[in-house]
C-alpha cells in the first residue's frame, strides 16, 4: 500500500518559512540537507510532533534550468495571492489553538468559525500560502 510522506509548498525565503513553521507553529524539523552536487539545493521538511510519518516540504523557487524565470514568477504572483498551496491542520480545539498560535504571532485572516464540518480557522504563512486550522466533527454528523 502506497501513503502519502510529504505535502510541498513553494517558499520565497526557506530561512524564513523554517522560523515561521518551527517557532511559531510548533512544528520541527524534520530534514534539512543541502546536496553541492545539484547546484546547493536544499530539501527542507518540517512537520508536526507525534506525526512523524508525514513532512511539509519547504521549497525554495528554483531558477534555471529547473523553472525559467516567467514560470518562477507566475508561481511568486499566485503564492501572493495565497493560491500556490495550502495546508489543512486538524485540532480537538480550533479556539485553543488559534489563540496560542495568536500568542505566537501568527496573523490569523479568519477566526475560528462554525461550519457544516467542525471548526474552521485560517491564517497565511510568509510566503502567502494559506494555513487551514479546523476542529473537524465526526464525519456522521455532518454527512
Sequence with gaps: MMKIANAHLWVNNQEEA??????QLGMEVRADVTLPEMGEF???????PGQEDMSIVLMAIPGEPVMDSETAEQVKTLMGKGFAGTIFLTTEDCHASYEELKGRGVEFTEEPEDRPYGIDSAFRDPSGNYV????VREVAAWV
Design 132 to 135: 487551514r486550522v479546523t476542529q
Design 42 to 48: 536544499r530539501w527542507l521538511t518540517v512537520g508536526p
Design 18 to 23: 523554517l522560523a515561521f513553521y518551527t517557532q
